[in-house]
């Protein structure tokens, strides 16, 4: 056999097996990306299809369909604005907790709505905040936890609170500034009330 068929032959065997490589490595780096982009979400995707192929499947086409999406960013004088609106709303819990739970969660979807985002249906909701806010999600879906047993009278001051606390996570998050820092840590929660048990109020 000659050298240069054994070249050829060395170079054909050296082109497949980095093929090779690259192949069975495309999953893997997709899944490490996923993970790292989807955070907590990617384990519940994971869990509730009950295997990595399916969830990535969903993710990607959360990926997708949030591409598809009218987003833009806030100008610094309506984040400003929007923030001023949350300080009258956490004002406000101090004599009606439910009603401020009730107007934080209307703030945040009103956010949702200028940055771009759908807001019918919570599940529709969670998952185009996803791509962007994985980050903060598991503090909204405590947040409409607790909003849906204030609607039963069955949260108390305490639950209320802390639903200001998460409602005010995602509202930061949704506000930041394209590149800015997100807070770390949850905002502070707005002061206890003296009563205990289940708050109930009237709308006004």
Same mark, same amino acid.
């Given at each position: 056999m000659s050298t240069v068929v054994m070249v050829v032959i060395a #170079?054909?065997? #050296? *082109? +497949? #097996?980095? &093929?090779a490589v690259a192949f069975l490595g495309r999953p893997r780096a997709r899944t490490h990306r996923l993970r790292r982009r989807f955070g907590p979400e990617y384990d519940r995707a994971v869990e509730r299809h009950?295997?990595?192929? $399916?969830?990535e499947e969903e993710?990607?086409?959360r990926e997708r369909k949030h591409r598809e999406l009218p987003l833009r960013d806030l100008p610094p004088n309506r984040r400003e604005e929007f923030r001023a609106q949350w300080v009258g709303v956490q004002e406000r819990f101090v004599d009606e907790p439910a009603r401020a739970v009730e107007q934080a969660d209307d703030l945040v979807r009103v956010v949702m709505a200028e940055r771009g985002y759908p807001t019918r249906g919570f599940e529709d909701q969670v998952a185009h905040l996803s791509v962007e806010h994985a980050r903060t999600l598991d503090h909204y879906r405590s947040a409409h &936890?607790?909003?849906?047993k204030a609607a039963a009278g069955e949260a108390s001051t305490e639950d209320l609170r802390q639903a200001m606390v998460h409602y005010r996570a995602l509202f930061e998050d949704l506000?930041? $500034?394209?590149?800015?820092?997100?807070? /770390?840590? &949850?905002? *502070? $929660?707005?002061? +206890? /009330?003296? +009563? +205990?048990?289940?708050?109930? /109020?009237?709308?006004?």
């Open positions: #170079v054909i065997i #050296v *082109a +497949a #097996v980095v &093929a009950g295997g990595r192929t $399916a969830a993710l990607l086409t &936890a607790v909003s849906g506000l930041s $500034a394209p590149g800015g820092d997100r807070p /770390e840590k &949850a905002p *502070a $929660a707005p002061p +206890a /009330e003296p +009563a +205990a048990g289940p708050a109930r /109020e009237t709308r006004s």
